[in-house]
């Protein structure tokens, strides 16, 4: 079962930088597929901003998200991150980082593919 503990947040301005970090505390964080939602509104869903395989061999990106947000996993640390760039106001949001059940298949998009959830971790990027 993943636990999930995301970090790296905070408030910083238009066209700057921040990694976001999620370490899973359990213990099959190589087999799970893991992404990152956010939610930019309170009452609003979490959506989807990205995807690694538990392979490490493949990613996939919300389209709007797409060149600047990198997705990246190393197994060793049970670790996940999300390197976003050129961060916008828009880009305010918590993140969360997800899991998936052990081995699945494909890069799910879906909020309801990814039983396990952090807590998140807010950006915020004033206007």
């Known amino acids: 079962q993943a636990q999930l503990v995301e970090s790296g947040g905070g408030s910083v301005q238009a066209g700057d930088s921040l990694r976001l970090s999620c370490v899973d505390s359990?213990?099959?964080?190589?087999?799970?597929?893991m992404g990152w939602f956010r939610r930019q509104l309170p009452g609003t869903e979490r959506e989807f901003v990205a995807?690694?395989?538990?392979?490490?061999?493949?990613?996939t990106y919300a389209d709007s998200l797409q060149g600047r947000f990198t997705i990246s996993r190393d197994n060793a640390k049970n670790t996940v991150y999300l390197q976003m760039n050129s961060l916008k106001p828009e880009d305010t949001a918590i993140y969360h980082c997800?899991?998936?059940?052990?081995?699945?298949?494909?890069?799910?998009?879906?909020?309801?593919?990814?039983?396990?959830w952090g807590k998140g971790t807010r950006v915020t990027v004033p206007s």
């Open positions: 359990g213990r099959s964080f190589s087999v799970h597929t």
């Open positions: 995807a690694i395989r538990w392979t490490g061999d493949s990613t």
């Open positions: 997800a899991a998936t059940n052990p081995g699945a298949r494909g890069l799910p998009t879906r909020r309801n593919d990814y039983p396990y």
